[in-house]
């Protein structure tokens, strides 16, 4: 089928030869398209939106043949979460819990623990009632229950929130696994110690206790002195190793002590130098060996992870490194390796390989995912060893065989090697009765759900299939043949109906009808012509309305677009003509026209017919274009009081000839024939502000000439230095002197002033209250012509005089009307308290970053950028600097010598207030409540400059504390904050770390794991 803009065309190709008043019922069936030839399935690879016959594409393919029943619902298989046989189950990773998931694996599969926790007393449990929910309260009791569930849940993976949220973890911010390993490790020794059975209260020493000691040998006289010691794990250095054996060596190695670092010795009496090493006396059966691999940077201030290789046994032999005790087994196979994948050590994701006890197979726990490993090997895989990034390109070693090699290992847990033991018992750890109830019932509820996901399944896929019967019933009697009776049914009902995606609302045809209650032409292209039988039965069903039928086919709209197309195909012949006419000399009477019309009346016209093409309530569907600016032809000739407008510039006077044409497509528009007067309002009105003109500018003379120092800025009396030959000033608000000069230097464009406004100056209780920036001051003589020309509402001046004290002469001022002791005073300190908390509670405010080189002077001092004028760069230079330090005299009874205004006076020249951007400064927006570290975050976006290497400073202060806000650091808007920068590191990784560390560390800080 031909494109819908062609199908448009065909529709209406008839007006060109048939008048409106020739239309016949042939010619409203073609404007309706109603024997266009329907499609048939598969000719159209999309539905014909032009042709109201094209059923084809609408949404029938998904429900004509056979149609799979998964089709009818979005309900997953309920058994999809259940978990598969002979396999173990995964934890929900809550946001950032992968870390916590990992260790709670690793600790589930150390059946000795595990079987140990199941012997711990549990009252709550063992009397709880089934019917409600079970709320487990101390860590053991969270630890039973999780792993009762972890052993005997027919859930693929289980929640670990309770626990979670027992310990008090954040459980959006990834935190230090290795620090909660051992946090938790002894907050569970804590609560295990106080367990009636004494067999439970040192599982965690018999499980992962091992003993050491600090071994100190003096030089000078020998002395040996040993310090014991526990451990739970051992912390290994991996930097600069390539292998276990190289970090338990470095460990255990000899340590000098000698210079700064010496140690007293008790036999010499005195500071000598020694030796230190750790001698390693026993080992537990489950050795823990952290992998330093998350390293603190001085340079940077911030945590780092070495992504460095470490090669590590399956089978590893401790005996070498023992001392003493002969008789302990000191082989050790590999159980568990704890993996950290990511670059930086403030993100990544955490997994877990973990050998299974029992059968020796490993598997890989990913949160809610396990996966098992082939032939009972250990298989790290390529994505958890290699690090993302394109610094490090290392190539990974080759490993022998029982060994493995990983970047991104950073424990290992190794188990001791045990005699074979034929008992099952040994390796079959079961589950309580109490707990076995309790996960009872919690798979009782999992079934539950299984069953009612499966009900609802079932329900969709019932009612999907009495849908496809209806839709392959109705679908066959939809096509409307010719000569039957027929109706239209809106497109995007019919879609809706066959997507079948939310419930089929009630057909709407009310969009669909024009003017006269019918079908409007323009709406063919968004419906459907159905059979009248099918049409019956969609609204039997659906119901809605009004119908639309054969007889609901307008000829008036029909007739109406044939009137405009035949116009729209006359447009451009007439605007030709109209064109050469308008050349013309003028004979004979003459029709004002407007220039703008004139020029755009093509396009005005075109614009009118396409209103009347798509009239009523569909008119919303075209563009107005420039109809914004004038909507009626003629319209800019008149005046707002309805007559010819004065602007004789703005019209051309044209022949009856061409307005007649015009008339023809605006006959709504304003006429004005050649003999018509312009509007006499507008002409006293326009000779009224010709005579104020002249008014304001001989008064702006007078003013001038009269105030002549005020208006040039000279001659200007200060306070610094009391000019001679008078006692007495006078204060008017700095606001009315600017608007002044406004109104002075363009009196036809701004208004005069007529009021002096000093009662602005004025407190509440008629004290005297301003701030220096406020203000201007006048001679005598000025104040005498402020006093004649304006309305003066309150005089304010300064008294001089001098008297004589103990110290010698003194200056005094004070001021007329004076401040009332209290409640001046009061006013003043509050109006001044205000502004400073206004400077310091601000948002979206502009500050200003200069940086420093080196030891060279600011860039402040620099050439302005090109952006400023040569007139700004030198009055900058000219411009009086301020005085910091400086007190802020209210004019009641200060001594003179105090007196220094700050900035001075006002200085002679009037000076831009905008700022002026140097080279090397750059914009930011801040808000008055955000952090420095927020700060330079946003200064090293701006500036490419990481924190650590940031010095910020503001007049002259240094800016340290990140935690403290910008507003409690005294940086306002317009501030000018100083940037000298460090040199940077060469290890530019560290700039991820800081790009994700936004808040200061606080580690497990307020959570269970430290008591709280």
């Not at 800019?636 to 703005?650: A, K, N, Q, R, Y």
């Not at 560290?990 to 606080?1002: G, H, K, L, S």
Request: aromatic share 8%; charged share 30%; proline share 4%.
């Amino acid at each position: 089928m031909a494109p819908r803009l062609q199908l448009e065309k065909a529709a209406w190709r008839w007006v060109e030869t048939v008048k409106p008043e020739e239309i016949r019922q042939e010619h409203v069936e073609l404007a309706y398209r109603v024997n266009l030839p329907a499609c048939k399935r598969g000719t159209c690879r999309r539905n014909c939106k032009g042709n109201p016959n094209c059923l084809v594409g609408i949404g029938e393919q998904a429900w004509l043949g056979d149609i799979d029943e998964n089709a009818f619902h979005n309900i997953d298989d309920p058994n999809s979460e259940r978990r598969d046989k002979n396999t173990f189950v995964g934890l929900t990773n809550l946001g950032a819990t992968c870390y916590v998931n990992t260790f709670l694996q690793v600790w589930f599969h150390n059946l000795e623990l595990r079987r140990s926790l199941y012997q711990c007393h549990n009252s709550r449990a063992e009397e709880h009632n089934t019917e409600s929910e079970y709320e487990p309260q101390s860590i053991c009791e969270h630890l039973q229950y999780l792993f009762a569930l972890l052993q005997n849940s027919n859930r693929k993976y289980i929640d670990p929130s309770g626990l979670v949220k027992a310990l008090g973890l954040d459980t959006g911010q990834q935190q230090d696994a290795q620090e909660f390993s051992k946090l938790f490790l002894s907050l569970l020794e804590d609560t295990l110690s106080k367990q009636k059975n004494p067999n439970l209260q040192n599982v965690i020493q018999r499980q992962f206790c091992g003993q050491f000691s600090y071994v100190t040998v003096c030089n000078e006289c020998g002395r040996s002195s040993a310090l014991p010691s526990r451990f739970y794990e051992l912390e290994l250095n991996i930097q600069g190793n390539k292998n276990l054996t190289e970090c338990v060596t470095e460990f255990l190695k000899e340590e000098k002590l000698d210079e700064d670092n010496r140690y007293f010795c008790e036999s010499c009496q005195t500071k000598q130098s020694a030796t230190r090493r750790i001698r390693l006396h026993s080992i537990p059966p489950t050795l823990n060996l952290q992998l330093m691999r998350f390293v603190f940077d001085r340079q940077t201030g911030h945590k780092k992870k070495l992504n460095t290789f470490i090669s590590f046994p399956e089978q590893l032999d401790m005996g070498p490194f023992l001392e003493g005790k002969q008789d302990q087994r000191c082989v050790y196979e590999l159980s568990a390796v704890l993996i950290h994948r990511g670059i930086s050590a403030y993100s990544g994701h955490y997994i877990a390989h973990v050998k299974d006890a029992r059968t020796g197979d490993w598997y890989k726990f990913n949160d809610e995912e396990i996966e098992k490993m082939e032939g009972k090997k250990l298989q790290l895989g390529t994505e958890e060893d290699i690090a993302e990034t394109v610094k490090s390109q290392t190539r990974k070693p080759k490993c022998s065989k029982g060994y493995h090699c990983s970047r991104n290992a950073y424990m290992l847990v190794y188990k001791v090697q045990e005699e074979e033991n034929t008992d099952p018992s040994w390796t079959n750890v079961e589950v309580p009765a109490f707990l076995q109830r309790l996960v009872d019932q919690d798979n009782h509820k999992f079934e539950e759900w299984c069953n009612e996901m499966a009900d609802m399944r079932k329900q969709s896929v019932d009612k999907g299939k009495a849908k496809h019967e209806e839709v392959k019933e109705l679908y066959e009697l939809l096509p409307a043949r010719d000569g039957e009776p027929y109706e239209f049914i809106p497109l995007d009902w019919l879609k809706k109906w066959l997507e079948d995606s939310t419930a089929t609302k009630e057909i709407d045809n009310a969009l669909f009808l024009c003017s006269h209650g019918k079908l409007h032409p323009d709406k063919v292209a968004d419906s459907k012509r159905v059979s009248l039988q099918a049409a019956q039965l969609l609204y039997e069903r659906y119901s809605g309305g009004p119908r639309m039928d054969g007889a609901s086919l307008c000829r008036e709209c029909v007739g109406q677009r044939c009137r405009v197309l035949r116009l729209k195909n006359q447009l451009n012949e007439d605007y030709k003509e109209v064109t050469n006419l308008v050349k013309r000399t003028l004979s004979g009477e003459g029709y004002w026209v407007g220039k703008a019309s004139l020029r755009s009346w093509r396009q005005l016209a075109l614009e009118q017919l396409e209103e009347d093409e798509h009239e009523t309530k569909h008119s919303n569907e075209f563009s107005e274009g420039n109809g914004d600016e004038m909507k009626t032809f003629n319209e800019d000739i008149v005046c707002c009081h309805g007559s010819l407008s004065i602007l004789e510039t703005e019209r051309k006077l044209v022949s009856s000839e061409v307005w007649c044409k015009l008339r023809e497509y605006f006959f709504k528009a304003p006429e004005f024939t050649q003999n018509q007067e312009s509007c006499q309002q507008c002409l006293t009105l326009e000779q009224e502000e010709k005579d104020n003109e002249a008014v304001s500018k001989m008064m702006a003379m007078d003013q001038k000439n009269q105030l002549l120092n005020l208006f040039n800025e000279k001659n200007r009396p200060t306070l610094n230095k009391w000019p001679q030959g008078t006692d007495v000033l006078y204060i008017v608000p700095l606001f009315f002197v600017d608007e002044w000069r406004k109104f002075i230097r363009r009196p036809t464009k701004s208004s005069p002033v007529s009021n002096v406004g000093n009662t602005l100056l004025l407190c509440p209780h008629g004290g005297f209250m301003f701030t220096y920036d406020s203000v201007a001051l006048l001679w005598p003589s000025e104040w005498e012509v402020i006093s004649r020309l304006f309305i003066v509402d309150q005089p304010i001046s300064i008294h001089c005089f001098k008297e004589t004290t103990l110290s010698g002469p003194t200056t005094q001022y004070t001021t007329q009307p004076g401040k009332r002791p209290k409640l001046g005073n009061m006013c003043r300190e509050s109006f001044l308290f205000q502004q400073q908390r206004d400077l310091r509670e601000y948002t979206q405010a502009t500050i200003y970053i200069r940086k420093v080189i080196e030891d060279q002077r600011m860039i402040k001092e620099a050439v302005p950028e090109l952006n400023a004028s040569s007139s700004e760069a030198e009055e900058e230079k000219e411009e009086i600097p301020k005085v910091d330090g400086e007190k802020d005299p209210d004019f009641s009874q200060v001594n003179v010598k105090s007196q220094r205004l700050r900035g001075g006076s006002r200085v002679s020249k009037v000076r831009s207030t905008r700022h002026r951007k140097l080279r090397g400064e750059k914009a930011l927006i801040v808000s008055a409540n955000q952090t420095l570290k927020e700060l330079k975050i946003q200064i090293m976006h701006a500036f490419s400059v990481a924190p650590f290497d940031q010095n910020l400073s503001i007049d002259g202060k240094s800016l340290t504390d990140d935690s403290a806000t910008l507003g409690s650091l005294g940086v306002i808007p317009e501030s000018i904050v100083c940037l000298k920068a460090d040199e940077p590191i060469a290890d530019y990784a560290a700039m991820d770390d800081v790009y994700q560390v936004r808040m200061p560390e606080e580690g497990f800080k307020g959570t269970g794991l430290l008591g709280h």
